[in-house]
């Protein structure tokens, strides 16, 4: 009777053990972020805060693009008979964007976890936002408008984030999330280069009438963007 007793209590402590030894397994291995767990943005926000201790692991550089032309300019419309022709001032900041469309700030803590893994696998720098500035002569004919547009050498990096607590949330210590964030790259990045032009079109019809009113008439004028 007392030996059953024994072998039954000794059997209940040994599976709490396994038991137990299985929880803490589990609270170690890193999980990736899935619908039982975390969503990704509130593991992204943590290390955005330092409520988790984050780094961006294995970051892959893919192949640099140029990115699509945008205005960077004020519009010079031209109401007059004649060509106009105008230096146009340009400004254009370029930023990165998360592979859920997020905006990765200049300066921020995610910036600069990327920045910091990018730099010890590539050994160079990784900026997520760039900003220049310049101007251009631009000729607009008449009837038209005219603008300045620029295209940004962009580039993606891929990797994998890893969030580390002191205690564990949602039955982990770790977990995991692959990310990709799209930025500009430095101009000549593989081959590209970054590209300003001066664009034209023809005014609307609703354009044309607004030449004949008021200070507009027979005159070239700028609109800002």
């Not at 072998?7 to 599976?15: E, H, K, S, V, Y």
């Not at 990018?118 to 631009?138: C, G, K, P, Q, R």
């Not at 009837?143 to 969030?163: H, K, L, Y």
């Amino acid at each position: 009777m007392t030996n059953n007793r024994v072998t039954r209590r000794g059997g209940r402590l040994m599976a709490l053990t396994t038991a137990s030894l299985g929880l803490v397994a589990t609270m170690a291995v890193p999980a990736a972020a899935a619908d039982d767990g975390p969503a990704r943005e509130q593991l992204i926000a943590d290390c955005a805060s330092g409520d988790g201790k984050c780094s961006f692991n294995e970051p892959k550089l893919g192949k640099a693009y140029l990115g699509d032309f945008r205005q960077v300019s004020n519009s010079l419309y031209n109401c007059s008979t004649s060509n106009a022709t105008q230096s146009m001032g340009w400004s254009d900041t370029v930023g990165s964007t998360d592979s859920a469309g997020v905006s990765v700030t200049a300066g921020g803590k995610i910036a600069g976890l990327i920045d910091l893994s990018v730099t010890a696998t590539y050994n160079h720098t990784w900026s997520s936002s760039h900003t220049e500035d310049s101007s251009l002569n631009m000729t607009v004919k008449p009837g038209e408008v005219g603008w300045i547009s620029r295209a940004q050498v962009m580039q993606t990096v891929s990797g994998t984030w890893q969030t580390h607590y002191d205690s564990p949330k949602w039955g982990h210590y770790f977990w995991f999330v692959p990310d990709k964030v799209t930025g500009p790259a430095a101009n000549g990045t593989d081959g590209q280069s970054n590209a300003v032009t001066v664009k034209t079109r023809k005014m609307t019809t609703a354009e044309k009438k607004s030449c004949s009113a008021g200070v507009k008439k027979g005159r070239a004028f700028v609109v800002k963007r």
